[in-house]
């Protein structure tokens, strides 16, 4: 199947995509949405913005149909698992890690969103799924979950813990 690249925030623009679809004669899509965590700013505005997009272009726009989640599809949990591993291998900490696998921490990240938001969507507990899912490959019973990126009205509240406020505790818990 032929693919095709559009961004909300950066080129190739989604609109521009659309278009070279309709030039290309193409009437139907699968939209793969690349953040495995949903959320407002995450799903659907894109699916939104991708709508407009489409009535803007006119009727020979392409229908899309989206694909369902994927944030606990067990491939997407093996391969940030993989991804792990071989960044431990490249940095030469594997061994430690298996030695001292019970002391090891792992964090996972996520982009922070305002907490009224975040009440309104699935983000927080496929974040914490997906933590787990991974955590299990693994084999690894010692891992939390922290937020970054915190960004709009410093008076709103945000999730949390964040990322910096982890590495502290699990610092001085002796963790590694």
């Known amino acids: 199947l032929p693919v095709y690249v559009g961004m909300r925030n950066w080129n190739p623009y989604y609109r521009d995509t659309i278009h070279r679809m309709?030039?290309?004669?193409?009437?139907?899509a699968v939209?793969?949405?690349l953040?495995?965590?949903r959320s407002e700013v995450s799903w659907e505005r894109y699916q939104k913005e991708i709508e407009a997009a489409r009535k803007e272009a006119g009727p020979r726009s392409p229908e899309v149909c989206y694909l369902d989640q994927w944030h606990d599809h067990p491939q997407f949990l093996q391969a940030v698992a993989h991804r792990i591993?071989?960044?431990l291998e490249q940095d030469g900490l594997e061994s430690d890690f298996n030695v001292n696998?019970?002391?090891t921490a792992l964090i996972f990240t996520a982009h922070s969103l305002p907490e009224s938001m975040a009440s309104q969507c699935s983000y927080v507990e496929e974040i914490y799924a997906s933590s787990y899912g991974v955590a299990s490959v693994l084999k690894m019973s010692n891992w939390s979950v922290a937020f970054?990126?915190?960004s709009g009205n410093p008076r709103d509240p945000w999730l949390g813990p964040h990322i910096?406020?982890?590495i502290r505790k699990k610092m001085k818990n002796g963790f590694k």
Do not use: L, W, Y
């Open 31 to 33: 939209g793969f949405i």
């Open 164 to 166: 910096n406020e982890v």
């Open 22 to 28: 309709i030039n290309d004669g193409k009437r139907q």
């Open 148 to 150: 970054q990126s915190r």
């Open 35 to 37: 953040a495995p965590h």
């Open 85 to 87: 591993q071989e960044t």
């Open 101 to 103: 696998c019970k002391q």
